[in-house]
T-cell receptor, first 111, second 113 residues
Framework: QKEVEQDPGPLSVPEGAIVSLNCTYS??????FMWYRQYSRKGPELLMY????GNKEDGRFTAQVDKSSKYISLFIRDSQPSDSATYLC???????????FGAGTRLTVKP | DSGVTQTPKHLITATGQRVTLRCSPR?????VYWYQQSLDQGLQFLIQ???????AKGNILERFSAQQFPDLHSELNLSSLELGDSALYFC????????????FGPGTRLTVL
């Protein structure tokens, strides 16, 4: 079993839809949770960063962490074609220098 | 543009050869991370340097090595290349570890024939 599990998709939604992306993990010691967006042929770009459990909102993006279920989510409201990319979850331990990434979910938002 | 630069963008070489990938971190960032991204393995952490010193090692093969120079740029050396080493190699930088806000470069696409 991988430490971080993420459904690779692909996921296709119409413009304006609410998108839900999820990851599960096995190591209960993870404390920092990140979501990266990666456009084709580009490097990952940090979208959201949360510490421990709870919600964090930034514009159309909301990140949720449920440590009791070892489950994290990224919600995208009013999705746009420009949101079409691969979304990677990542997490690490407090004080650790190496992040563990999910496989990434490929999202397409159709106009 | 993240401010992290990587050269070259593309590299095509043969099995058994040795290549060097170069990374310049964002201005002010002291920590550099190297990652390998392949279709079957996803994004894998290789190694991290902070201000010239190795800080963490991930799934880095013995055939691979890295260093960070006094001007903070870093090089990843891959030797005795195999077909399975074909992948995207990313460099990321951050102000200092353990900081989770890492900024990724555009990557080097390595093809081993």
């Amino acid at each position: 079993q991988k430490e971080v599990e993420q459904d690779p998709g692909p996921l296709s939604v119409p413009e304006g839809a609410i998108v839900s992306l999820n990851c599960t993990y096995s190591n209960s010691a993870f404390q920092y949770f990140m979501w990266y967006r990666q456009y084709s042929r580009k490097g990952p770009e940090l979208l959201m960063y949360t510490y421990s459990s709870g919600n964090k909102e930034d514009g159309r993006f909301t990140a949720q962490v449920d440590k009791s279920s070892k489950y994290i989510s990224l919600f995208i409201r009013d999705s746009q074609p420009s949101d079409s990319a691969t979304y990677l979850c990542a997490m690490n331990l407090r004080g650790a220098n190496d992040m563990r990434f999910g496989a990434g979910t490929r999202l397409t938002v159709k106009p | 543009d993240s401010g992290v630069t990587q050269t070259p963008k593309h590299l095509i070489t043969a099995t058994g050869q040795r290549v060097t990938l170069r990374c310049s971190p964002r201005s002010g960032d002291l920590s550099v991370y190297w990652y390998q991204q392949s279709l079957d393995q996803g994004l894998q952490f290789l190694i991290q340097y902070y201000n010239g010193e190795e800080r963490a090692k991930g799934n880095i093969l013995e055939r691979f090595s890295a260093q960070q120079f006094p001007d903070l740029h870093s090089e990843l050396n891959l030797s005795s290349l195999e077909l399975g080493d074909s992948a995207l190699y990313f460099c990321a930088s951050s102000v200092a570890p353990p900081i989770n806000e890492q900024f990724f470069g555009p990557g080097t696409r390595l093809t081993v024939l």
